[in-house]
Every structure is written in C-alpha cells, then in structure tokens.
Nanobody, 113 residues
Framework: QVQLAESGGGLVQAGGSLRLSCAAS????????MGWYRQAPGKQRELVARITSGGSTNYADSVKGRFTISRDNAKNTVNLQMNNLKPEDTAVYYC???????WGQGTQVTVSS
C-alpha cells in the first residue's frame, strides 16, 4: 500500500521559513520522480518543485531562489525548504507523483502578512 505522509506545515509570518518533509512507504522510492505541489483555495493544484531519481530539479518560477527540494533515498523522504515565504505561498502542500497517482494527504502552509 502506497503511503505518503507530509509534515512540517504551519503558520509563519512573511519572510519566515518552513521545512516540509514527506515520508514514503510502499513504493520503490529511489526510482521515482517526486514533487511538491500546492493548492490554494479556488485554484488548481500546481507544481512547486520536482526532483528526479537522479537528483535533477526544477521549480515553479514563483519559488525559484526561495525554495529548495531535496531527497534522501536511504530514508525514503523528500523535503522542501521554503525561505522568504510570502502570503501568496499560502496553500495546502502535497507531495506526490501524479503520473503514478501517488499523493499524500497534504499539509497546510499559511503565511501571514
């Protein structure tokens, strides 16, 4: 059974930082591209950052230079370090692989101005 469990969300002031973590089980984690996605109220889910099995990364333009995605294949985790957060980063953040249909339950990130 595939399970992705996100943690690390919360309430932070603008300019602050948060680190999200996603622990995976039930999949061969090391061969999977993993991503962080977010969905704000009334908006579609969008890609935030993605990391391939080989460690290549790509980011949404809106988060470049502020967010960093990383993975630890030994621990089956994928992380998202978020710095200089802005109110427009407020959303539910999900880790997953949409091609394979893997999704976590999401973690709320709220950035106050």
């Amino acid at each position: 059974q595939v399970q992705l469990a996100e943690s690390g969300g919360g309430l932070v002031q603008a300019g602050g930082s948060l680190r999200l973590s996603c622990a995976a089980s039930g999949i061969t984690f090391s061969i999977n591209t993993m991503g962080w996605y977010r969905q704000a109220p009334g908006k579609q889910r969008e890609l935030v950052a993605r990391i391939t099995s080989g460690g290549s990364t790509n980011y949404a333009d809106s988060v470049k230079g502020r967010f960093t995605i990383s993975r630890d294949n030994a621990k089956n985790t994928v992380n998202l370090q978020m710095n200089n957060l802005k109110p427009e980063d407020t959303a539910v953040y999900y880790c997953g692989n949409p091609i394979r249909g893997y999704w976590g339950q999401g973690t709320q990130v709220t950035v106050s101005s």
